[in-house]
């Protein structure tokens, strides 16, 4: 059985949500799959800890690559997947554009959402939606493994010492209202340094406004902090995994952490509350003030670092 999945969004929080699908596919049909996912996922970053896995095909359809843009992109994108003899395809979006490809490929198999239904889809009950169609009951709570000579070595090299309270901070975000401001990480790290013998693991990017925030943050409290933002993700990830907890914005490093099974509390400023709380190792923050949280709330000064330490202190003990 040779099947194809196609995942179009662009994150790389977007593609670990897609993860128990993905693998419930594989094990239905005791295949393992291709995806066709955009580059920006960064998926080669940590596929390799995902056995249900077979290759992965990147979408071209961006500033950085338009070639698989337009009517000849539809045709070479087309001539690439008729190449690869797929008899199934799950198609995790409502464009007609895939489904025309994957008709066209000659994929006699093709499951997808219901066409130019994208307005208000509810990304996870969509999934669950289109793997009912066949007779899978799939839950959120997706799973990344790593070797566990990875995570000693990680250990070694970073000389982690498992006596302190080990934290992952993800201080980054996708977009300005997503990064909390650098004085609540400071007044929780403040808070949690009067209880317990704590080490920060700083995760975030290299984008400016992001910097200003590990820069402002690693002036006052450096003797405890590590920054992580010179390595890649295939290396943060088994530091998270010897990490007792994260705190994270609403970011790539709170799915991951999540999905490597650490308990995660994910502060949710400006997102809808699904993308904080769809597993069962995340605790979501919400803003003073704030019954639910979305898009637009604008809540990242409203974030109580007392609230987290409080949440935090629930969790570790």
């Known amino acids: 059985m040779n099947i194809l999945v196609i995942q179009n969004r662009m994150g790389i929080g977007d593609m670990v949500i897609f ?5 419930a596919i594989s094990k239905k049909y005791g295949a393992r799959i291709t995806l066709l996912i955009k580059e920006s996922t960064k998926a080669t970053e940590y596929v390799d ?15 950085k690559n338009n070639q698989h843009n337009g009517f000849f992109g539809f045709l070479r994108l087309k001539n690439e997947i008729k190449k690869k003899f797929f008899n199934k ?26 066409l130019f239904e994208k307005k208000g889809q509810n990304l996870i009950l969509a999934a669950q939606k289109l793997l009912k169609s066949i007779n899978l009951n799939v839950e959120s709570n997706p799973q990344i493994e790593l070797n566990k000579d990875a995570i000693k070595l990680s250990e070694q090299k970073f ?7 080990n934290i992952l901070l993800g201080i980054g975000g996708s977009g300005p209202t997503k990064r909390t401001p650098p004085n609540k990480f400071k007044k929780f790290i403040d808070l949690a340094l009067k209880d317990y013998d704590c080490a ?5 990017s290299k984008h400016e406004d992001e910097q200003k925030i590990l820069n402002d943050i690693m002036i006052s409290h450096k003797k405890y902090c590590v920054p992580l933002d010179n390595l890649p993700i295939s290396e943060i ?10 705190i994270c ?21 400006d997102t809808p509350l699904m993308y904080g709380s769809y597993s069962p190792n995340m605790y979501p923050i919400i803003p003073d003030g704030m019954e639910n949280v979305s898009h ?10 007392e609230k987290i330490y409080k949440k935090f202190k629930s969790i570790i003990s």
């Open 237 to 246: 990830l088994p530091i998270i995994k010897n990490c007792k907890i994260s």
């Open 89 to 114: 395809a799950f198609i995790f979006n409502s464009s007609l554009r895939y489904r025309l490809i994957c008709k066209f490929s000659g994929i006699k198999d093709i499951h997808q959402y219901p």
């Open 296 to 305: 637009n709330s604008r809540g990242k000064e409203k974030i109580n670092p």
């Open 249 to 269: 914005n609403d970011s790539s490093f709170s799915h991951l952490s999540a999905a490597l099974n650490i308990p995660t509390i994910v502060l949710m400023c």
């Open 159 to 165: 000389k982690i010492q498992k006596n302190k309270v």
């Open 200 to 204: 920060f693991y700083l995760a975030t």
């Open 19 to 23: 993860l128990p699908f993905i693998e």
């Open 49 to 63: 800890n995902l056995k249900f896995v077979e290759k992965i095909i990147y979408l071209k359809r961006d500033k």
